[in-house]
């Protein structure tokens, strides 16, 4: 990687984790809808409680739905790491940046289930508009953000993801409204879970 492309992913980094700098928590309402294109084939409507503590702390609680579904759900957004984060849990590489969009890869420094992570990053908002986590049992999980400025910050009003392992194959869409931004959290909210 050149001088130039190092800088460019050093600088990008730095908007993407200041972006937000004012946002310390926030709760919101979180509806999702998942449906299995493996066995069993189930589709599920979930319904919960989205928690946010800066600077990585990310819980869903879920009120109704199916468990199961419910608990992979809530995995996958225990494991959406802040980029203000990615550099010291991960490898960052620049792979190409077209002047909209930038596109990164992430090998994690400590070997584990994820094998790497591609990023795509908005370069005038620098949001993180997308991330696919390509596990190491070939499987892979990945999600498409879309954002609204709420009360000064960028937050994710939608998702589209899909998720493929073995036996496990499902689509899934949410919406994200109802933000209290800098809200206080329940004691213990991020205890005991995923």
């Not at 599920?44 to 199916?66: H, I, M």
């Not at 994690?108 to 949001?127: E, F, L, V």
Request: proline share 4%; net charge negative; aromatic share 10%.
């Amino acid at each position: 990687m050149s001088l130039l492309a190092v800088a460019t992913a050093a600088s990008l980094l730095a908007r993407m984790a200041a972006v937000n700098a004012n946002l310390h928590t926030f709760t919101a309402t979180l509806r999702a809808h998942v449906a299995m294109r493996s066995f069993p084939f189930l589709s599920a409507d979930l319904v919960g409680t989205y928690y946010y503590e800066a600077p990585d702390k990310n819980k869903v609680a879920f009120s109704s739905g199916v468990p199961l579904i419910a608990q992979q759900f809530d995995k996958l957004y225990a494991h959406i790491e802040s980029p203000a984060a990615w550099h010291d849990l991960c490898v960052v590489t620049l792979v190409s940046d077209d002047g909209r969009a930038a596109k990164l890869k992430l090998v994690p420094r400590k070997h584990g289930n994820i094998d790497s992570i591609d990023a795509t990053a908005d370069d005038k908002d620098a949001t993180v508009t997308s991330m696919r986590w390509n596990y190491g049992n070939g499987g892979y999980a990945e999600m498409t953000n879309h954002y609204e400025l709420v009360r000064g910050n960028f937050l994710v009003i939608s998702q589209t993801g899909h998720v493929e392992e073995p036996g496990y194959v499902a689509d899934l869409s949410s919406s994200i409204d109802n933000y209290a931004v800098n809200a206080t959290l329940p004691q213990g909210v991020f205890e005991g879970g995923p």
